[in-house]
């Protein structure tokens, strides 16, 4: 039997792959560890399952050396895992690949409809009492069908999304650093930006995509343009975006994840025109369970002395 530590409350059924093992955690509040605690228990367990709130640096992972064998992000990004600190540590990284794509696809879908056509704006406004009758200059929004979709990053999700921008008889163009080979593909990000009319973004955060949206990229955007982020807060310079926002430089923009989570940019709060969810691109009951059970069945499998399908390369 081994020891492992459950960082965050699970769905329903999300532990049973680790039925006979330990488990420690989480708090009664199910608030994240503070950090000082996490590296104190990363000393004492054979496993971690951690979520996206849980910094897994050096400290955690050298606590745990030598007896900690496996991390396992209940998330598909892992950028809150120092994943080469572990590779020094001997402790192998899962994720949860393939089980959220399409629900995260529907997310980044119901931004790019709410965003386009200001929904959240004149929600505000209905429920505020501010809405005096039907107006034909109101709430004009900008048109999803037959827009331009510009795909940044055309992994599973990013294609998942296209997919759905067919049906919505939207032109589509994808960027990725390595050519897909496919129709629509666009070798130069800049490109992509200045000649779309909605951008969706899917690459993975971490160090290789920060700020990879600033304010020169939101430059080239057209003004009538709408973006949409549903992977990363860190893909995008926050301050930069509320300035384009507030300045009438972009026409909408639709967020469900932020640079410092769970605080959201103040400007970004009072920007026009913009939607703001907070992070729940995989949250249907159905996925976040199927997402728990993905990272402890991987857990329990490294624990059992095998290798898991979804283990994070370095
Ligand atoms: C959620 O943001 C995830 O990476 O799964």
């Known amino acids: 039997m081994a020891r492992v530590l459950v960082t965050r409350r699970l769905p329903d059924g999300g532990l049973a792959p680790l ?31 951690c979520l996206l709130t849980d910094r897994i640096d050096d400290r955690v992972l050298a606590a745990g050396a030598g007896r900690l064998r496996v991390v396992a992000n209940v998330a598909v990004g892992y950028d809150n895992v120092d994943v080469a600190a572990a590779a020094r540590h001997g402790v192998v990284v899962c994720n949860t690949p393939g089980v959220l794509d399409e629900t995260t696809a529907d997310l980044a879908f119901a931004l790019i409809l709410a965003a386009c056509r200001l929904t959240s704006t004149a929600e505000a406004d209905l ?24 795909v940044v990053g055309y992994g599973r999700i990013g294609r998942a999304v296209a997919a759905r921008a067919a049906g919505f008889s939207m032109r589509v163009l994808h960027h990725a650093r390595r050519p897909t080979g496919e129709e629509g593909y666009v070798a130069d990000l800049d490109t992509l930006l200045a000649g779309s009319d909605v951008v969706t973004l899917h690459v993975p955060g971490g160090d290789a995509t920060h700020h990879l949206i600033d304010a020169r990229r939101l430059s080239l955007m057209k003004p009538t343009a709408v973006l949409v982020n549903t992977a990363r807060g860190t893909i995008v310079d926050e301050a930069a975006l509320a300035d384009a926002l507030h300045e009438g430089r972009l026409f909408a923009a639709g967020l469900d994840v932020y640079e410092r989570e769970p605080e959201v940019h103040p400007r970004l709060l009072q920007a026009p025109r913009t939607v703001l969810l907070p992070h729940v691109g995989s949250a249907s009951a159905r996925t976040r369970t199927l997402m728990a059970t993905t990272a402890t069945s991987a857990v329990a499998t490294v624990l059992a002395g095998g290798t898991p399908p979804n283990v994070v390369a370095p």
């Open 19 to 49: 039925e006979g093992h330990e488990i420690v955690g989480p708090r009664a509040d199910d608030e994240p560890y503070p950090h000082d605690e996490l590296v104190e228990l990363a000393a004492g367990v054979d496993a971690i399952v």
């Open 127 to 150: 429920r505020g009492g501010r809405w005096k009758g039907w107006g034909i200059t109101q709430y004009l929004g900008v048109d999803v069908h037959g827009a331009t979709l510009g």
